[in-house]
């Protein structure tokens, strides 16, 4: 058996003691805390259990997680590293502390990350940027009984590319950028439940000039739009000692306008992007005792996004559209073997239904697996995880992302309280 640090949401009021035995029990506590990399271990769907790397997606839970610092690898593959088979580098290093700004927790608490690849940040899109290093400041403080948290992400990078060819050198340079203010709040809605609301807005950049013998100089000017964001709400319930169902619902809305080329060749296009992605699912935690925690998820992802692809002077050139939909269930379970080590596994069902013009997310069904492992060592944690795909969250049903079905990823974190 190990103790349990309740989070100061649950035990300003002694009636609230039952929920707080019921839901924070998946909370490991200082000397065994969560991570992403846990997540992955437990089919990576976070947002239906509590883990403190949930703080990038909900800021209101910031507050329950003080004084703790974190260090990552990202997730990578075996064979190729950082790098998908296409050669696109998708994760890196990273890293983050939470501290209380007083020992009484009135003046809040902040958050500050860094990650080397912004995908291993990003609160959930309809695209994947491949953009370069992200930071990202949270900050989090009890209202009138509500955490009420902010969040700050900034994310940029610069591709620049030429031809082999001396004869005709042509040169493009493309800029994309990508800015998320947030905000989130965690509030009790009865002695047994409490609410996490979160949602943000998103400026989407992006700039491409360059110089070829056929068009000579051409700048597509600034392109930028603040029309993209993201809501979300979960609830955790507990039914019973032993049983907490977290139903969630989310909704995601990009409409911007960006840069593109398209195969190897360097094409002066832009590209209008305009879509959504809704997703509704719910999570049971069975808590068998304190040692064992089983969950049980199932969720419905419906996605469809417009690319028009259009040259600098307006006239079209391609017309894609996605439209599909996924059914995910999920089963994961996590034990404790022993105070020093703790065991994860997951495994589920996946079908995808593509109805749109572009082949990704192939239509058919898919058995995922991870297995995972959590080493402590006093208030060091080191954790473990290896999936059978690359850990995307809900980006990875975009039918322009090419889909890595068969690679094993690792992913490492080493964290500490403090």
């Known amino acids: 058996m190990f103790s349990v640090n309740l989070p100061p949401t649950w035990t300003r009021v002694a009636?609230?003691?039952?929920?707080?035995?019921?839901?924070?029990?998946?909370?490991w506590p200082a000397d065994g805390l969560a991570t992403s990399t846990r997540i992955n271990s437990l089919g990576g769907s976070g947002g239906f259990f509590e883990d403190q790397q949930n703080v990038l997606r909900w800021c209101g839970s910031l507050g329950d997680y003080p004084d703790l610092a974190i260090i990552e690898t990202g997730h990578f593959?075996?064979?190729?590293?950082?790098?998908?088979?296409?050669?696109?580098?998708?994760?890196?290093?990273g890293g983050g502390v939470h501290a209380r700004f007083d020992q009484a927790g009135r003046w809040g608490t902040g958050g500050l990350y860094f990650h080397g690849r912004a995908d291993d940040s990003d609160p959930g899109s309809l695209h994947r940027g491949y953009l370069g290093g992200s930071v990202t400041a949270l900050y989090a403080r009890d209202i009138a009984g509500i955490s009420a948290g902010i969040m700050f992400r900034h994310t940029a990078d610069t591709d620049f590319q030429s031809t082999a060819d001396p004869g005709s050198p042509a040169e493009n340079t493309f800029e994309r950028s990508r800015d998320d203010i947030g905000l989130g709040a965690r509030l009790d809605i009865s002695p047994r439940a409490y609410l996490d609301l979160a949602g943000d807005i998103r400026h989407i950049g992006g700039r491409a000039y360059g110089h070829n013998p056929t068009d000579?100089?051409?700048d597509t000017g600034d392109l930028d739009s603040w029309n993209n964001y993201g809501l979300r709400v979960r609830a955790f319930i507990?039914?019973?000692?032993?049983?907490?169902?977290?139903?969630?619902?989310?909704?995601?809305h990009e409409d911007f306008t960006g840069t593109s080329f398209v195969g190897t060749g360097l094409v002066n296009e832009t590209s209008r992007n305009m879509g959504h992605i809704f997703r509704l699912g719910a999570g049971l935690n069975f808590f068998v005792d304190a040692d064992n925690f089983l969950l049980f998820s199932a969720e419905y992802l419906n996605g469809k996004n417009d690319h028009t692809v259009r040259d600098l002077d307006g006239i079209t050139d391609y017309f894609?559209?996605?439209?599909?939909?996924?059914?995910?269930?999920?089963?994961?379970?996590?034990?404790?073997?022993?105070?020093w080590i703790t065991v994860r596994a997951s495994t589920g069902y996946e079908h995808v239904d593509n109805q749109g013009d572009l082949p990704n997310p192939p239509t058919g069904e898919h058995i995922p697996l991870g297995l995972g492992a959590g080493l402590h060592v006093g208030s060091l944690v080191l954790d473990l995880a290896?999936?059978?795909?690359?850990?995307?969250?809900?980006?990875?049903?975009s039918a322009t992302l090419p889909g890595v079905e068969s690679s094993t990823w690792l992913s490492i974190t080493l964290s500490s309280g403090f």
């Open 15 to 27: 009636s609230r003691l039952f929920l707080a035995a019921a839901t924070t029990l998946v909370i």
């Open 238 to 252: 507990g039914l019973n000692d032993r049983l907490t169902l977290t139903p969630l619902a989310e909704y995601i």
């Open 216 to 218: 000579l100089d051409w």
């Open 77 to 93: 593959d075996l064979t190729n590293g950082y790098d998908d088979d296409w050669g696109r580098t998708v994760s890196g290093p």
């Open 386 to 397: 290896l999936t059978d795909r690359e850990p995307q969250g809900v980006s990875r049903y």
């Open 320 to 339: 894609w559209q996605e439209d599909y939909s996924v059914l995910l269930m999920r089963l994961a379970f996590e034990t404790r073997l022993a105070h």
